[in-house]
């Protein structure tokens, strides 16, 4: 795949120029990837072990894209992340503050980008374009935000059953 063209519209809204690839998959991957790393870092953060080598992983990945990277807008975001990256550590080592990135922002992105939106310019919109589905804009708008709801609670539930479990609180399961 090779981008060709970025737009960026007025209403924060834009669309990118490719060519080859798979569409339907380049599509819905940053809305979806995004969402599916975000419920691997939580499910990481379910000890202390995990969570040292997950951001591990992630400052290696930062430092190799800092090198990779042909703009100073690139290394300037990377330099900026291993530093609250950095941050987050010492708080986690030296205090018992812990702290969960909250999605709140990601979810009202969905929303705004996806199901509110009415220009048919909109990833949703083109997604709808190719799919054989009958699903229009919107309707794949608010899958991916269910998906995405789906994929902050479940981990966030396990990390709690999982407090619950070493704190000795015990708790019990219940299946309807």
């Known amino acids: 795949m090779q981008v060709e063209g970025i737009q960026?519209?007025?209403?924060?809204?834009?669309?990118?120029?490719?060519?080859?690839?798979?569409?339907?998959?380049?599509?819905?991957?940053?809305?979806?990837?995004?969402?599916?790393?975000?419920?691997?870092?939580?499910?990481?953060?379910?000890?202390?072990?995990?969570?040292?080598?997950?951001?591990?992983?992630f400052a290696v990945a930062l430092i190799v894209v800092l090198f990779v990277a042909k703009n100073w807008t690139l290394r300037g975001l990377c330099i900026g992340f291993l530093i609250c990256l950095a941050i987050i550590w010492v708080l986690q080592e030296t205090t018992k503050v812990r702290i969960l990135r909250c999605d709140?922002?990601?979810?009202?992105?969905?929303?705004?980008?996806?199901?509110?939106?009415?220009?048919?310019?909109?990833?949703?919109?083109?997604?709808?374009?190719?799919?054989?589905?009958?699903?229009?804009?919107?309707?794949?708008?608010?899958?991916?935000?269910?998906?995405?709801?789906?994929?902050?609670?479940e981990p966030c539930t396990l990390d709690l059953l999982s407090y619950l479990e070493v704190e000795g609180l015990g708790f019990k399961l219940f299946l309807l």
Request: proline letters at 3%; one cysteine or more; hydrophobic letters at 45%.
């Open 104 to 153: 709140e922002q990601f979810i009202l992105n969905i929303y705004d980008d996806l199901i509110s939106r009415r220009v048919h310019s909109s990833d949703a919109e083109k997604f709808a374009e190719i799919c054989p589905c009958p699903c229009n804009g919107v309707g794949w708008g608010v899958i991916w935000e269910l998906y995405h709801l789906y994929s902050l609670l």
């Open 8 to 57: 960026v519209h007025a209403n924060e809204g834009g669309v990118t120029q490719t060519r080859g690839g798979v569409y339907w998959l380049i599509l819905p991957a940053g809305y979806l990837g995004s969402s599916f790393w975000g419920m691997v870092f939580i499910l990481a953060s379910t000890n202390l072990l995990t969570a040292r080598i997950a951001a591990g992983c």
